[in-house]
């Protein structure tokens, strides 16, 4: 039998550890050592690319601490020019014990006085834990719902360490959705089962220059944010958590009363310490904290899109980005694109297109999905003007339109003819279809995008595309015949029916030309 699970204490052994002077946070540095950071020093380290990666920080979690990094360091710059993160550690401390309202233990880990806040957990009203959920482990408290505890195991962590429930903490306050009965998620999202996804540009892979973007492009997003969801623009609630909530209606606060770059919080919760042993203790709540108006939209961030027709933030889907979906958060099609995603001076010759989110069900997590996309030159000057967004676009939806037309109308009637043994009449209602239409939806997902920067660089040719189409279709045919279940009596017919109807329907629906250049896997004369 497991016995309790022990905290790995910090260097400094403390027991309330206090992120401010405690170095709780692990880090890789480009030198390949491995050190241990207080918060400050981690905002002063990003400040000078100085972090390769952070140790315990799970996959999932990477979006919302990036976030929760640049929001807090966006709101305590305020007014300084976008070029002055300072590297002082020091100045940090100073600057972030200021946003807490001077109230040092709201960067603690563990706060033992309950009319006190303890770091993203708000003060307990009652001044009793009595009645609250005991979770044991950090993973116990994250965001994910795991029912059948397949390929994220539950309550594995049986010797966590600090930056463990720094990072779940995070998490779960800041990107949390509607998980059941009086278990109410964060304001920025769509609905409960919402996401909140991070799509923007990035001048590069690592931390540190991601971080100093998206800094500068938080503090330039404040005034649009203002002006969009009624945020108030100066003296606004920066921290949520430093202020008491007893889970009532009447505790709830409005947007009005927030700062737009708030750092909200969800959950009712409290770290508690006994001994080397953490836990944490959890309430339902009668209410959301932040109180959004019925029939308004949710308020976005820097990062999310927004769908133009009713103003609501992006909700992915199990499919993930997908070509289509990518093309239209890129370009604007059905979102407006995000603040994070305009192109700026300072974001060098090619920069990359980054989008993740972590897609939320009922019962269920839904995948984490993500997406990168290397711009290159000639389509970073085109993305870095409205014409160019627009002319982008529309070649883009041109492809979409164009994909689907050879899924429909090229690929999917000869494999019917092959499930169906050449019937006089196809049954277009069987589904069985749809193993080798997803293979030629990855290939078209993994080629969409270089050839739209090949045909973006020259003339807008069909030709270029048609012929990426004929072999995605061409190969998932070729695929389908030597694996679909044919009755041996009717293959050869059924096998000839199919590649002469795909012959004549890529030609009755293909550029010519294509056909002259094709690798494609099936012949097609």
Known sequence: MRGPPVTRLPTSESLTFDLLCDPCIRVRLPTGERTALTLPGVFGRLAVDDVVSFDGLRVHQRTAWHAFLVQVAAMTLGGRGPAAIPADEGWWAAALLALGGGAPTAWTLVEGDLARP??????????????????????????????????????????????????????????????????????????????????????????????????RVAIDARPDLCRTYGFVEQGGIRLAWILPWDGTPTSALSLAACDPLCVEVCRRVRLLASGTVLYARTRSTESARIACVKGVPNPADPWMPVRIEDGSPLTLSEQGFTYAKTQDLLFGGDYRRSAAQEVRTDDGPSPRWSATALVRGQGKTGGLHSREILIPPAARRQLASVDGVQTLGRLAKAQVDRASLVRRKVLRPPLLVLLQSAPKALNFQDDRTERWLDQYESSVNASFFSTLWERSDKVADDVVWDRRLLDAAGTALKAAIEDCPIPSVHRYRAIATAETLFSRLARKHLDERAFKFSEGGTDVR
């Open 118 to 215: 303890a770091f993203l957990q708000p003060p307990v009203p009652e001044g009793s834990v009595e009645g609250f959920d005991d979770i044991d482990t950090p993973d116990g408290l994250d965001v994910l719902v795991t029912s059948k505890n397949h390929e994220g195991k539950v309550d594995r962590m049986r010797y966590p360490s600090p930056d463990h429930w720094v990072y779940a903490l995070v998490a779960l306050q800041t990107t949390q959705g509607f998980s059941g009965k009086m278990n109410y998620g964060i304001a920025r999202m769509n609905s409960g089962f919402g996401s909140r996804a991070l799509v923007g540009v990035t001048p590069g892979t690592g931390w540190g220059p991601r971080f100093r973007r998206d800094v």
